[in-house]
């Protein structure tokens, strides 16, 4: 009985600092997403193309963060956190086919960069929390 409480106990805590990596890694790429369009506003409009296929990369990311918040019995919160930014980057979506495809609309993908700022701050928030449920508490 033991033994089999470690096994779980050694996976929940794979599973969360897995969470850990997944959620660092989506503060890198939010970071560099916005600086692909500083590149393309101010150095070389080119750049728009590498901002459209870069999310690409990462738009999934909070899917699986939301699954290993799950398997490793993370805080409901963080669970929360990692749909919200999902939420979030559907959004990012809908502003930008709006502003693109309904040029009465246009003023909606004036959110874009707003939903970003929420989008990275929202990021640096579940990566702090849980670096600090994980690394800091070292709580398995």
């Not at 500083?38 to 899917?63: C, K, M, N, Q």
């Not at 749909?83 to 979506?93: D, P, V």
């Not at 693109?100 to 990566?127: E, K, N, Q, T, Y």
Request: proline letters at 2%; glycine letters at 8%; a positive charge.
């Amino acid at each position: 009985m033991k033994l089999e409480h470690e096994q779980n106990s050694t996976k929940v805590r794979y599973f969360r600092v897995g969470f850990v990596g997944l959620s660092g890694l989506f503060v890198i790429c939010i970071t560099l997403q916005v600086l692909i369009a500083g590149l393309a506003l101010f150095v070389d409009s080119s750049s728009w193309r590498g901002h459209t296929v870069f999310v690409h990369f990462f738009e999934y990311l909070p899917i699986l963060m939301l699954l290993l918040a799950t398997f490793g019995k993370l805080s409901k919160r963080v669970r929360w956190q990692s749909l919200g930014m999902l939420g979030l980057i559907i959004l990012q979506y809908a502003t930008a086919k709006v502003s693109g495809d309904f040029p009465s609309l246009r003023m909606f993908g004036a959110l874009h960069p707003v939903i970003a700022l929420i989008l990275f701050w929202s990021s640096i928030r579940c990566f702090r929390e849980a670096w600090n449920l994980v690394v800091r508490s070292g709580k398995s």
